[in-house]
């Protein structure tokens, strides 16, 4: 979730590179969380809660994330949608500090916003799985986020058409559940398995999910992505609920793709798909896939959604921590701003987010802050 996924894959998005200063201060966030208003970065302010602003908590989290969360915020004040901001100070670099992942007493806070808006997490030097089960996972799997919405829109290399696909990935089970073990740690007898959990129930809701969003699109397509000649078990499973659900779609036309397949597919032919349905691992290993034939990863957004509502859904960019061009002020702050635009799609304010989107659709090039300021002014041009 480092180097890999640094935003050097841009594409048409180039960035020169030059100091800038850290847009906002960051302070932990202990059981009571800091508040910060917005109406000034790097200013320290009291609580000025706004009647009809939407109360959002703020996790620029590790790395680049800060710096390309403050231009999402920037973005949607810009837009006109007023935000009455809380800033978690949550991390690998808060880990570091004093051992803080996520408390259920933090945790218990997060429930009463509205919505959540994550930079990235992840820190070198903290233990890989710590901050990404502790944190992000803790919250998918808590906030029972269970839809990870990925829109992919962009001229995948060597073609001249653009494609316009969502991937729904299932986002409370599979693998990322953590079951499994070790046994003989260390020796030359060692085992480690680790299972994969699909149930009925989170299986139907996804592909539900995927087929309700696909009957409101033009092409009314859904193809499920999965590995069912080899996961006999889990494949059956999605399979059987996905033609179940189909059945009840009439007017929805359907698709069966391995996932090898598919990863070619999203190369040679990216404009087969419409809304792509898949499991939490395939979803996760495709969906970077879907931001490199998409204009590069600093430009995919992503929505974890509570689609019943019955908490905060969080909206984050597809994209890592990138600790390597930290604090350097080239990270591309598209794929937040964009999170942003789906978290004010979530928010009711589809005006202010289509016109977000509408101000990112040409290039932008130069650093994190003038890539912002450049939005910010072609939504007031
Ligand atoms: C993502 C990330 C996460 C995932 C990591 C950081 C746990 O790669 O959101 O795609 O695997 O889901
Ligand atoms: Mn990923």
């Known amino acids: 979730m480092f180097g890999a996924q640094a935003l050097e894959g841009a594409g048409r998005n180039a960035m020169c590179r030059h100091e800038v200063r850290l847009p906002i201060r960051f302070v932990p966030a202990t059981h009571t969380p800091c508040v910060r208003s917005l109406n000034e970065v790097n200013s320290v302010a009291s609580r000025t809660p706004r009647s009809g602003a939407h109360r959002i908590a703020v996790i620029g989290g590790d790395g680049i994330g800060p710096e390309v969360i403050a231009e999402a915020l920037k973005v949607v004040r810009a837009a006109g949608v007023e935000l009455d901001t809380t800033f978690f100070d949550l991390g690998g670099a808060r880990y570091l500090r004093d051992g803080e992942v996520l408390s259920d007493e933090t945790l218990e806070t997060l429930r009463g916003f509205d919505a959540i808006l994550l930079g990235a997490v992840g820190t070198p030097g903290v233990p890989p799985g710590v901050i990404e ?145 898949t499991d939490n691992l395939f979803g996760d290993i495709l969906t970077d896939l879907g931001g490199a034939v998409s204009g590069g990863i600093g430009l995919a957004s992503s929505a974890n959604l509570n689609p019943a509502r019955t908490g905060p859904s969080l909206f984050e960019p597809v994209h890592g921590s990138a600790p390597d061009i930290a604090g350097k002020g080239v990270a591309n702050p598209v794929a937040a701003i964009l999170s942003a635009a789906l978290m004010l799609d979530h928010l009711g304010e589809s005006k202010a987010a289509d016109a977000i989107r509408a101000a990112c659709a040409k290039p932008t090039s130069g650093s994190t802050i003038a890539v912002g300021d450049e939005i910010c002014r072609r939504l007031h041009g």
């Open 133 to 277: 089960r502790g944190l992000l996972l803790k919250l998918r799997f808590s906030l029972d986020l269970y839809i990870n919405q990925r829109p992919f829109a962009g001229t995948a290399p060597g073609h001249s058409k653009p494609h316009d696909f969502i991937v729904i990935r299932e986002n409370t089970e599979g693998p990322y559940v953590g079951e499994g073990g070790v046994l003989r740690k260390g020796t030359a007898h060692e085992v480690a398995t680790q299972g994969s959990v699909n149930s009925r129930h989170g299986v139907e809701r996804c592909i539900r999910y995927a087929f309700e969003l696909a009957s409101k699109r033009e092409r009314k397509h859904v193809t499920l992505v999965h590995k069912t000649n080899v996961l006999t078990f889990a494949g059956d499973l999605w399979q059987r609920t996905f033609d179940a659900v189909a059945a009840e779609y009439p007017k929805i036309a359907t698709a069966y793709n391995h996932v090898d397949a598919a990863c070619i597919y999203f190369v040679q032919d990216p404009h087969r798909y419409d809304v792509v349905v």
